[in-house]
C-alpha cells in the first residue's frame, strides 16, 4: 500500500522463521535493558502491536486474548484455538511471569465467563430454555484461531448437514 518493506523479513532466534515471531521471541525483545521496540494497543483489532525502524509486529498478549476469549464465549462459539503452544512463553522466562501465559489467559477468561464472574457477559448458551444439542438443525461451527505467534487469524466456519 505504499509503504516501505523489504523483500525479506527479520527472523527470531528460536523459530529462525522469516517474518514469524513466537510470543517468547516478543517478550524477550521488549524486556531489554535499552529495548528500540515501541509497543502500541489498535482498538479496532483489540490488539497490540510493535515497531522498530522498518520493523512492526502485531501479536497477541494476555489482555488481546483475554478480550478475544471473552469475544468467542459471548458469541457461543463452538470453540477457541491456538495455532501452537511452543511459542508461548512455556517456561514463564522470557515475559517474567508464570509458564504459558497465554494459555492460562484463555483457560482463566473461559472459565470466568461461564462461571459469570465477567461484568456484561452473558452466554447464547444460558439464553433461550433450549440446549445446545437441540437448538438448531443446521448447526453452526464456529472457530476462533488465536495464533501465539506474531500474526492473528480469525476463522468462522459455517457449516450445516
Known amino acids: 500500500m505504499g509503504a516501505r518493506a523489504r523483500s525479506t523479513s527479520f527472523a527470531g532466534p528460536y523459530t529462525r ?32 502491536y510493535m515497531h522498530n525502524g522498518l520493523k512492526w509486529v502485531s501479536f497477541d498478549n ?12 459471548g458469541q457461543g462459539f463452538g470453540g477457541v484455538m491456538v495455532w501452537s503452544i511452543d ?17 492460562r489467559t484463555i483457560n482463566n477468561a473461559l472459565y470466568r465467563s461461564e462461571a459469570g464472574l465477567v461484568p456484561g457477559l452473558t452466554s447464547p448458551r444460558t439464553k433461550g430454555t433450549e440446549s445446545l444439542s437441540t437448538k438448531s438443525a443446521t448447526p453452526s461451527f464456529m472457530l476462533m ?14 457449516s450445516s448437514f
Open 17 to 48: 522463521e522469516d517474518g514469524f515471531l513466537g510470543y517468547n521471541e516478543i517478550c524477550e525483545e521488549l524486556t531489554l535493558e535499552d529495548t528500540p521496540w515501541k509497543v502500541e494497543w489498535d482498538e479496532d483489532i483489540m490488539a497490540p
Open 145 to 158: 484461531l488465536f495464533s501465539i505467534t506474531a500474526t492473528i487469524a480469525i476463522a468462522i466456519q459455517k
Open 62 to 73: 494476555e489482555k488481546s486474548i483475554r478480550k478475544k476469549s471473552e469475544f468467542a464465549f
Open 87 to 103: 511459542t508461548d512463553d512455556f517456561t514463564g522466562s522470557a515475559c517474567g511471569g508464570p509458564d504459558f501465559p497465554l494459555l
